[in-house]
C-alpha cells in the first residue's frame, strides 16, 4: 500500500515539472495556454483517480488476505492435531498452540531453530526431535507426501503415538521450499487395536482347542501308561523314564504355543527366516488338519530373510490358515508355499473350499465384516494391517466351489543399512 502511494506522488511531480517545462517552452499562441492547462489539469485528475483505483484495490486485498491468514491460523491454533512448518533447511516457522503444548515449548522463542537447537530447549523430547531430522530427510529425499507412525514418551510417563504426514514443497527450479508436517494423536486407537488384536488371538485360541486337547491327550496317555507299568512291577526301567521325559516336553512346546498366541508381546523388527514362521505355525495346525481330514502340504519351503516381527507374522499366518481350514470343514488338501524373488519373497496360502462370492469377496479386510457366525470380522483386517507395516501386500482371488488363494508379499532384508 505505501509502495502504491510513493509511485503515485513520484509520477504526479513529474507530470507537473514536465507538462509546465514543456508548455513553457512550446510556441503557442497565449490564448491556446489555458486551454492546455485545463487538457493538463484532466490528465492529472485522470491519472489521480487511476492511482487511487490501483492503490484502493490492492489495500483491499492486502486487507483480505491478512483476514484470509487470521482465519487460517486461528483455524490452524484450534486443532486437536500437530501442525508445523518448516523451510527448506528445516528451520521451524511456526508451529500451531497444540505443538508448543505437546513439546513443551510454549515459553521458547522457535522460529528460525532447527529441530537440533530446539532438542537443547526440551531436554525431554531432544531423541524425539533428533529422530525428525531423519524422518525429515526421508520426504525430502520421497519428493512426495510420506506418512508414518511416530511414538514417543511424554514427561508423565505416557507413550503417545502419532500418524504423522509430511508434505515437501519444491521450487520450480526443484530447490527446496518448505516442509509441512501435520501429525494427529492416534494413541487411544492403537490401545482399541492391541485390545481387539488380543481378543482375536483368544478366539483363534479357543478355536484351536479341540485339535491342542487331542494333541496333548496322546502324550499324556503314554505317560499314565508307563506309570501305571512301573506301579505294578515296582521297577524303573531308564527308558521309560525318558520316554516319559519326552513326552512331557511335547506338552510343555504345545502349551508354549498357546502361550505365544495368548500373551501381549512387544513388537521387535529384526532379521528373521519365514521358513521358520511357516514351520512354526504349519506345526500349530497339524493335528487340527488332521481332525478335519484336510490334508496340508508345504512346498517348496523357503531361504528368504525378512526384516519384521516375528510373532505380528505368525499372527497373520494363523489367521489366514485358520481361515482356510474352515472353508473345509468336510476335508481337502490346504497347500503353502512359497517363491523367493530377488528383491521379496511371496507366500501363497491356497484351499479346496467353498470358496467366497464376488460381492463379499470385495468388503474381505474391511473391518467388523464377517463371513462366520461367531467371528468378529477383524482376523484379516488385523493381517493387512500387519502386513502393510512391514512393507508387503496382501491379495486374495476366490472362486465359488473351488477354494480360495491368498497371496503374501514380503520384501527380503537387505544387509545395506540404507
Known sequence: MKYTVF??????????ILTDFYVDKLPIPPSIVPYVQTIKGVFFVILSAVFMYIALKKHRELKRMSESEKELLTLIHAMPDFVSFKDGQGRWLRVNDFGLKLYGLEHVDYKGKTDAELAECTPHFREALLYCIDSDEEAWRAKTVTRAEESFPTPNGEMKTFDVIKVPLFYENGKRKGLVVIGRDITQQKVAEQLLLKKEKLSVIGELAAGIAHEIRNPLTSIKGFLQMMKETKEVDERFVQIMLDEIERVNQIVSHLLVL??????????????????????????????????????????????????ELIQVFV????NALEAMPRGGVLTISAKDE?????????????????????????????????GMGLGLTTSMKIIHEHKGTMQLESKVGKGTRVQIMLPTYKKDPS
Open 262 to 311: 495368548a500373551k501381549p508381546q512387544m513388537k521387535s523388527y529384526k532379521p528373521l527366516a519365514l521358513h521358520d514362521v511357516l514351520e512354526y505355525v504349519i506345526g500349530l495346525f497339524t493335528y487340527e488338519a488332521i481332525l478335519q481330514n484336510v490334508q496340508l502340504k508345504y512346498e517348496p519351503r523357503t531361504s528368504a530373510v525378512v526384516y519384521g516381527d516375528k510373532n
Open 7 to 16: 509511485l503515485y506522488i513520484a509520477v504526479s511531480l513529474i507530470w507537473i
Open 342 to 374: 530377488a528383491d521379496c519373497v511371496y507366500v501363497i496360502v491356497e484351499d479346496t473350499g467353498k470358496g467366497i462370492e464376488r460381492e463379499r469377496l470385495k468388503h474381505i479386510g474391511e473391518p467388523f465384516y464377517t463371513l462366520k457366525e461367531k
Open 319 to 322: 489367521n489366514v490358515v485358520k
